[in-house]
């Protein structure tokens, strides 16, 4: 059989049932529709999580300050690392293991149906903490350089530790007590997204440090622009304690790249293998329109055989069909799935990342689904016998 009479054949069994035809294309179609997509999102989404790895953990640099005498670290010295290029904020904190279990009170009343004491963290720290957290004031503001040179009673409340308190409106100045004296409280600090341990903590100016033992700066964290951290890690050593900066412990900002690809590497394989899932699905279908369809055709396989088709040529003509019906489904949901990306994209304002070489290949890989499909019903047909075919 010349191979133009073969593809005539194929195209001819093609098209003698166009609504069977259709709807196993359909299963060829769903499948690579569902893998180009769903490797198109997941290259998609593995750049969001890049990006969201470079906003958190690439602008971020922790200085630690042992202790020492005389001190590292003044409280002023901050001022100096936030004229480095490249710094956004930077605060100077104080924290000790004595300061952090401090009975802290809403009032003095005893009242036995509510918990009016708390024990919580108390740490000193400048007025630049909550920009550098990645935190925001949900009531109040958060204490400036003039409460710490006017040394004013004044404390700021993480979130968590607020309604511990039971402190939910701060316009009529309410009062904590520590100890036995009250302070003023002025602002409450959302649950930052770096340092969350400070949601649930009492934050005083570094005036009122020495009242709990927190008389020198025990870290410094620096926030920085994108791309500029691990300098300012180099630099801040010297900026914050010059001649001493070989003592300071910086905590190197870790390089996203590897937990990065990582990650975005588990998304990718995720999505790869729920497309292989929908790609198996459209060939199972494939495989058994194409079985059914040989059992119907029982009587043209057997007339094809008595006038000298060879077994070779009944199954190249069923594997071909498959092959084509293969290869119209990759080349329909190749366009669907890219089609359906750029609009996911749209919908949710993402950049669209997509292989070109993934869209090329698609309709290769409907058409070897097809082949492959389509070989146990072509191997079927071929070793039907003439005469039992006829009969």
């Given at each position: 059989m010349h191979v133009r009479d073969l593809a005539g054949e194929a195209f001819a069994g093609m098209l003698a049932c166009p609504v069977r035809t259709a709807l196993t294309t359909l299963g060829t179609v769903l499948g690579i529709t569902t893998l180009v997509?769903?490797?198109?999102?997941?290259?998609?989404?593995?750049?969001?999580i890049v990006g969201r790895f470079d906003e958190l953990t690439a602008t971020s640099v922790t200085v630690d300050v042992p202790e020492h005498d005389p001190p590292l670290v003044a409280w002023d010295a901050v001022e100096q690392v936030t004229r480095l290029r490249g710094v956004t904020s930077a605060v100077a904190l104080a924290e000790s293991e004595a300061a952090a279990n401090v009975?802290?009170?809403?009032?003095?009343?005893?009242?036995?149906?509510?918990?009016?004491?708390?024990?919580?963290?108390?740490?000193?720290?400048?007025?630049?903490?909550?920009?550098?957290?990645?935190?925001?004031?949900?009531?109040?503001?958060?204490?400036?350089q003039g409460h710490v040179d006017r040394g004013e009673r004044v404390v700021v409340l993480g979130e968590q530790a607020a309604r511990m308190l039971g402190v939910t409106r701060i316009d009529r100045a309410p009062a904590v007590f520590i100890g036995e004296q009250?302070?003023?409280?002025?602002?409450?600090l959302g649950e930052p997204r770096r340092e969350r341990a400070l949601a649930a903590?009492?934050?005083?100016?570094?005036?009122?440090?020495?009242?709990?033992?927190?008389?020198?700066?025990?870290?410094?964290?620096?926030?920085?622009?994108?791309?500029?951290?691990e300098l300012i890690a180099r630099q801040a050593p010297a900026a914050l304690s010059p001649g001493n900066e070989h003592l300071l412990?910086?905590?190197?900002?870790?390089?996203?790249?590897?937990?990065?690809?990582?990650?975005?590497?588990?998304?990718?394989?995720?999505?790869?293998?729920?497309?292989?899932?929908?790609?198996?699905?459209?060939?199972?279908?494939?495989a058994n329109v194409t079985l059914v369809t040989v059992m119907e055709r029982t009587a043209e396989i057997g007339l094809r055989r008595a006038l000298g088709a060879a077994r070779r040529h009944i199954a190249a003509q069923?594997?071909?069909?498959?092959?084509?019906?293969?290869?119209?489904?990759?080349?329909?949901?190749?366009?669907?799935g890219v089609v359906a990306i750029v609009a996911v994209s749209a919908v949710q304002?993402?950049?669209?990342?997509?292989?070109?070489?993934?869209?090329?290949?698609?309709?290769?890989?409907?058409?070897?689904?097809?082949?492959?499909?389509?070989?146990?019903?072509?191997?079927?047909?071929?070793?039907?016998?003439?005469v039992d075919a006829l009969r």
């Amino acid at each position: 059989m010349h191979v133009r009479d073969l593809a005539g054949e194929a195209f001819a069994g093609m098209l003698a049932c166009p609504v069977r035809t259709a709807l196993t294309t359909l299963g060829t179609v769903l499948g690579i529709t569902t893998l180009v997509v769903t490797l198109g999102v997941a290259a998609t989404a593995g750049n969001q999580i890049v990006g969201r790895f470079d906003e958190l953990t690439a602008t971020s640099v922790t200085v630690d300050v042992p202790e020492h005498d005389p001190p590292l670290v003044a409280w002023d010295a901050v001022e100096q690392v936030t004229r480095l290029r490249g710094v956004t904020s930077a605060v100077a904190l104080a924290e000790s293991e004595a300061a952090a279990n401090v009975a802290v009170r809403a009032n003095r009343l005893v009242d036995p149906t509510r918990a009016a004491g708390r024990t919580l963290t108390v740490l000193a720290a400048t007025s630049g903490l909550p920009e550098t957290v990645r935190g925001r004031m949900v009531q109040g503001r958060f204490f400036d350089q003039g409460h710490v040179d006017r040394g004013e009673r004044v404390v700021v409340l993480g979130e968590q530790a607020a309604r511990m308190l039971g402190v939910t409106r701060i316009d009529r100045a309410p009062a904590v007590f520590i100890g036995e004296q009250p302070y003023t409280v002025i602002g409450v600090l959302g649950e930052p997204r770096r340092e969350r341990a400070l949601a649930a903590a009492v934050m005083v100016p570094s005036s009122l440090g020495p009242r709990f033992g927190l008389r020198h700066v025990t870290r410094v964290l620096v926030a920085t622009g994108l791309g500029a951290a691990e300098l300012i890690a180099r630099q801040a050593p010297a900026a914050l304690s010059p001649g001493n900066e070989h003592l300071l412990l910086v905590g190197s900002p870790a390089t996203p790249a590897r937990a990065r690809d990582a990650v975005a590497g588990d998304v990718e394989a995720l999505f790869l293998v729920l497309g292989l899932v929908s790609l198996v699905v459209g060939a199972v279908g494939i495989a058994n329109v194409t079985l059914v369809t040989v059992m119907e055709r029982t009587a043209e396989i057997g007339l094809r055989r008595a006038l000298g088709a060879a077994r070779r040529h009944i199954a190249a003509q069923f594997l071909l069909e498959s092959t084509l019906v293969g290869l119209t489904g990759g080349v329909i949901g190749a366009a669907l799935g890219v089609v359906a990306i750029v609009a996911v994209s749209a919908v949710q304002r993402w950049t669209p990342v997509l292989d070109v070489r993934l869209a090329l290949a698609a309709p290769g890989a409907g058409a070897a689904v097809g082949l492959l499909a389509g070989l146990y019903p072509a191997l079927r047909a071929a070793r039907m016998e003439p005469v039992d075919a006829l009969r």
